[in-house]
């Protein structure tokens, strides 16, 4: 079954440090996601993705984060300057056209 | 603004009980979709089931079953003779129809199922 994968799947990173996380979608979906889920709290919206753009970004998707599909199989988040509340699980999620959106296994960032 | 509520934040039942976790939520829209997500402890997001605005009809899988009515705006969502391993948080999730379709979620319910 084709699934989301994300890596990795835990990281530890200084504050200040710029972090990418990466994601590869299932190779037919068309639509992508970041989500992050705060330890304990919900899980929030950050940014959508779609035709090669940046089709919605929420509050919390501020100048510090950026999204690339640089060889249109990866989806990458980076956080240039890392902050100690940027610690939380993030998901990356992607969707076919009229298909719910499938979730990968999450990467739990940890700022120190 | 779209907005879902899931009043309860904590369950706790005993193995074989059924359980109802209730979702209530807001939009604007005529077309939208529900969704419900299981997060087990080990922290990943397991799609459960969606459901699109135009189709009320209850559906049952297995012990699950779900209860969409439009006139309270309610998705609420039922195990029955629940079992250990359903131990988990469950998020229900609203999105609206159309080409994004990010989703917004309630708080999550946390689900103890007790041996």
């Known amino acids: 079954e084709p699934e989301v994968t994300q890596t990795p799947s835990h990281q530890v990173t200084q504050m200040g440090q710029e972090v990418i996380l990466r994601c590869v979608p299932i190779?037919?979906?068309?639509?992508f996601y970041w989500y992050r889920q705060i330890l304990g709290q919900k899980v929030e919206f950050l940014v959508s993705f779609y035709n090669n753009e940046i089709s919605e970004k929420s509050e919390i998707f501020d100048d510090q984060f950026s999204v690339e599909r640089p060889d249109g199989s990866n989806f990458t988040l980076k956080i240039r300057s890392t902050k100690l509340e940027d610690s939380a699980m993030y998901f990356c999620a992607s969707r076919g056209t009229d298909t719910e959106a499938f979730f990968g296994q999450g990467t739990r960032l940890t700022v120190v | 603004a779209q907005k879902v509520t899931q009043a309860q934040t904590e369950i706790s039942v005993v193995e074989k009980e059924d359980v109802t976790l209730d979702c209530v939520y807001e939009?604007?829209?005529?077309?939208?979709?529900l969704f419900w997500y299981k997060q087990p402890p080990s922290g990943e997001l397991v799609f459960l089931i969606r459901?699109?605005?135009?189709d009320e009809q209850n559906e049952i899988s297995g012990r699950y079953s779900w209860n969409f009515q439009k006139s309270t705006s309610s998705f609420n969502f039922t195990i029955t003779a629940s079992q250990v391993v359903d131990s988990a948080v469950y998020f229900c999730a609203l999105s609206r129809a159309g080409n994004n379709r990010k989703l917004i979620w309630g708080l999550g319910t946390s689900l103890a199922v007790n041996p």
């Open positions: 459901r699109n605005s135009f």
């Open positions: 190779s037919n979906h068309l639509y």
């Open positions: 939009t604007r829209d005529t077309t939208y979709y």
